[in-house]
C-alpha cells in the first residue's frame, strides 16, 4: 500500500521520490502553464527527482525523459510524494 504524503511545492521533494502533481499556481502565467502541460507536467502526472541544481532548481524524470526545472517555477507545482 503507498501512503501519499502533501508537500508544500516540488521545490520541497526529496531526491528519489516519486510524487504527483496535484496543482499548478494560479499567478503561473498561461504561457508557462500551457509549456508544462507540453511537457507533461499537469495534474494527475507523475515524476521522480533525480538531481538538485545550483541556484535551487531541480532535474526531474518523466517516463525516460528528463527536465530541469527552475526553483520558481518549482516552487509553483503542489504535489504528493508517492515514495
Known amino acids: 500500500m503507498t501512503t501519499a504524503l502533501l508537500a508544500d511545492s516540488m521545490a520541497t521533494v526529496g531526491l528519489g521520490n516519486a510524487c504527483r502533481v496535484v496543482g499548478i499556481d494560479e499567478n503561473v502565467e498561461h504561457k508557462q502553464r500551457r509549456r508544462l502541460a507540453e511537457l507533461g507536467i499537469r495534474p494527475g502526472s507523475t515524476f521522480t ?3 538538485r541544481i545550483s541556484g ?18 518549482a516552487s509553483r507545482i503542489e504535489v504528493e510524494v508517492l515514495s
Open 49 to 51: 527527482v533525480t538531481q
Open 56 to 73: 535551487g532548481g531541480l532535474i526531474i524524470k518523466k517516463l525516460s525523459t528528463r527536465y530541469a526545472i527552475d526553483k520558481r517555477t
